[in-house]
């Protein structure tokens, strides 16, 4: 691995990047490393789900859809859905406050041994198991 080590986006940080919010350039910046190969940078597929839902129901499937073909050309590599992923969200879900979602973006960021990027405020209660980077 490169020494830029590796970023989990959660659906926030993501949704920030396309919607050009605050915080957008320093994801922006990192994908940059990304396309360079000085970091790898992941989100899991629920994650994923979570930013294309909203998008449909703020704009339109239509809308959603032409999302998710640009995001398929950045580089951000997409986690699938697995037993060991799964179980790890599931014990993260029974011992904190957070939305389900966001207990696969903890989850893969704990497992990948990755920094969270994201705005949500939630991950607070997991800061001593996730390296967090808000945005």
Known sequence: MPSGGKFILDACALLRLLQDEPGADR????????SE??????????????????IGKAFGWEV???????????????????????WKAVELKSKFAMSYADCFAAAAAILEDATLLTSDPEFRVVNRLVKIEHV
């Open 64 to 86: 959603a859809q032409r999302k998710r073909e640009e995001i398929q050309l950045l580089p951000i590599s997409i986690i699938p859905f697995s037993d060991h992923m799964f």
């Open 37 to 54: 190969r000085k970091h790898r940078v992941q989100i899991h597929i629920i994650n994923l789900g979570e930013v294309i839902y909203s």
């Open 27 to 34: 994801i922006d910046m990192i994908l940059q490393g990304a």
